[in-house]
């Protein structure tokens, strides 16, 4: 047994140890020429050194290009075998090139981004197709961001009134094409209603002044992001100044009392007045409908809601019921509608009067800005005089809670006789 031990292993062992270590090198070398192809695609590309004053079109802020390359690459098979999607990217040198180049992507584009695959001693050959790059100009410039009317409802008990500023801008920098294209079409900004809680405004000081009624909800800055189309919608934070005063203006909403008569009177067309007028037809009286000082008057009391306190203060001493009296309405029913009188002198008070007693501020110092700071008071009276105007046009009398106060007027054969709907 010993014998045949040492003959095998023993006996002219230099010569079995070079053949052993031949096998191994022959192994090495056969396993290394064995090659394979195969075809990736959607390489990332990624430029580098690009002039200062230039981009690329699709260039994203990491550097990566929106587009993709399709790599046929060629080399050592175990190497090739185990790359994964994600494992390498290309990078393309941009320094030294004109505005229009065909990329000529070789061994030493290629970049791992896997620690364990070693590509430019494992790859023998790479093919593409042609991967042209124009460079644009960079330009930096303001676009202007239109503020949509928000979606979804407010919380219960509040109304939703507007928002502030109207107008925000965004800085952005990009290839010269883009940017003035988004110049001419703008960024839009939308909000949603339902993500703001009851809770959330009940918190909210009102403004000053009989101003408890409004209150503002500071857009929180998770907000305050646009998506840029030529970034494929990636979303930035709006860096305009205006953006840090953004705001939701919300009412609470209750019944006001009027507390104060409102005059009814009738409008007789002068091209009728032969046939109707007020000796013809005058306003008859009833247990609601009252003479003062010559005057006929509502003494009935009434209730508004859907406007402010302040709103109702300015304009309760100019309202008036007023009937049309005109032939030949059907079923002589006669058109009765609320009217404000001297409407641009109460528009004019009631803008004067905010800004002057800064009802909308909060009593965070950090939040005195509003008529203080503000670049363009044009801008901001303009905004209050929609807010005039839009409290104007939704005004509607009540007689509780669960009643509206309608009038309507009847032509008769010696008067015109006014009914409440429920009379």
Request: charged letters at 25%.
């Amino acid at each position: 047994m010993e014998g045949n031990v040492k003959k095998r292993f023993i006996d002219n062992w230099p010569r079995k140890l070079l053949a052993l270590v031949m096998g191994i090198c022959l192994w090495f070398v056969i396993d290394y020429s064995i090659t394979a192809t195969r075809i990736f695609t959607r390489v990332p590309v990624r430029v580098v050194n690009l002039p200062p004053d230039k981009t690329i079109r699709g260039l994203m802020p990491n550097g990566m290009l929106d587009r993709h390359l399709t790599l046929t690459l060629t080399g050592t098979k175990d190497v090739i075998d185990k790359i994964e999607p994600g494992d390498f990217e290309v990078v393309i040198d941009a320094s030294g090139k004109g505005d229009e180049w065909i990329a000529q992507i070789g061994k030493k584009n290629l970049v791992s981004l896997n620690p364990d695959i070693d590509l430019i001693h494992n790859v023998t050959a790479l093919s593409h197709s042609a991967f042209v790059m124009r460079l644009s100009k960079l330009i930096t410039d303001k676009i202007p961001i239109h503020i949509m009317p928000p979606k979804g409802e407010p919380p219960q008990g509040y109304q939703f009134l507007d928002i502030w500023p109207q107008k925000l801008t965004h800085v952005i920098s990009g290839p010269e094409e883009d940017v003035r294209q988004l110049q001419l079409k703008g960024l839009d900004l939308t909000f949603d209603l339902s993500d703001i809680s009851a809770e959330d405004l009940d918190n909210l000081k009102g403004g000053e002044h009989k101003q408890r009624d409004e209150v503002s909800f500071y857009v929180p800055e998770s907000w305050k992001r646009v998506s840029i189309p030529f970034l494929h919608d990636i979303k930035q934070e709006i860096n305009g100044p205006e953006a840090r005063y953004l705001r939701i203006d919300f009412l609470r909403k209750a019944l006001l009392p009027i507390d104060s008569k409102i005059p009814i009177r009738v409008f007789y067309p002068l091209m009728t007045s032969n046939v109707l007028n007020p000796i013809t037809r005058p306003l008859e009286t009833n247990h609601w409908i009252a003479s003062q000082n010559g005057i006929m008057v509502v003494t009935q009391n009434l209730f508004t809601d859907d406007v402010s306190r302040f709103f109702l203060d300015i304009v309760k001493n100019n309202l008036e019921l007023v009937i049309i009296a005109a032939e030949g309405e059907k079923n002589g029913i006669l058109p009765v509608s609320v009217q404000f009188i001297d409407p641009k002198r109460l528009e004019d008070t009631y803008v004067a009067l905010v800004l002057s007693i800064g009802k909308d501020k909060e009593d965070d110092a950090d939040q005195l800005h509003l008529d203080h700071a503000d670049p363009n008071r044009m801008q901001r009276q303009q905004y209050l005089r929609a807010r005039f105007r839009n409290y104007m046009q939704s005004f509607q009398l009540f007689v509780d809670k669960e009643r509206l106060f309608i009038v309507r007027a009847f032509l008769e054969e010696s008067n015109i006789r006014v009914a409440e709907r429920n009379d």
